[in-house]
């Protein structure tokens, strides 16, 4: 059972575009994440959601706009998309409550700008 | 200093070999500590958390120093499957989960 998925799992596109990938978590956690990974491998924190009240917004430009519908979703939208955005967006969820708070990743999606 | 630093690897290691992988924090309010393993281009999955007492699930080991703001992992009887980038991640704080993770160490093992 797919327990957070993502789509699109690739996305191409060019300079200028506006685009959307969605998330979707069914292991009943309350908090969602966005994660960017460059092109070095470096995973970095972008945005956090906490029953759909966002958390955490980690300096990221205002091109980046998350939207949490319900506790189970959580979708981001990039304006105006630039080469610099290239890389791979990872959604994650967790638990903020009790013991057990590990993150569980979707498999990413891989955007390319040209 | 980075927040999360990690041996720079890669490690390159036969089959059946111990290797042991360490990282350093700086935030020693940190209240959290794991290991994720990342395939190539896959996601990262959560190995194990890691306890102040120390935890073993079986070939995986791995040890917290708060004192040394310090934290390993090793590995036993290594597999072929072994093979991936290993993540350090750091949770500063309960309720806001914001993890940070570590550059990670490539370990390919050697037939």
């Known amino acids: 059972d797919t327990a957070v998925s993502q789509t699109p799992k690739y996305l191409v596109t060019q300079m200028g575009n506006d685009k959307s990938i969605k998330c979707e978590q069914n292991?009943?956690?309350?908090?969602m994440y966005w994660y960017k990974q460059d092109s070095k491998k470096f995973l970095k924190i972008m945005f956090s959601?906490?029953?759909?009240?966002?958390?955490i917004n980690e300096t990221v430009p205002n091109r980046f706009s998350p939207k949490s519908p319900d506790k189970a979703h959580l979708n981001l939208h990039i304006n105006s998309l630039e080469l610099g955005d290239s890389a791979v967006y990872f959604c994650a969820s967790s638990r903020t409550s009790g013991d057990r708070r590990e993150q569980y990743f979707g498999p990413g999606t891989r955007l390319t700008v040209t | 200093r980075k927040e999360v630093e990690q041996d720079p690897g890669p490690f390159n290691v036969p089959e059946g070999a111990t290797v042991a992988f360490n990282c350093t924090y700086s935030n020693s309010a940190s209240q959290s500590f794991f290991w994720y393993r990342q395939d190539c281009r896959k996601e990262p999955k959560l190995l194990m958390s890691v306890y102040s007492s120390g935890n073993e699930d079986g070939r995986f080991t791995a040890q917290l120093n708060r004192a040394s703001q310090y934290i390993s992992l090793l590995i036993r009887d290594s597999k072929l499957s072994d093979s991936a980038t290993y993540l350090c991640v750091v949770n500063w704080s309960r309720g806001n989960e914001k993890l940070t993770f570590g550059t990670g160490t490539r370990l390919t093992i050697i037939p």
């Open positions: 292991l009943g956690h309350d908090t």
């Open positions: 959601y906490n029953n759909k009240e966002l958390i």
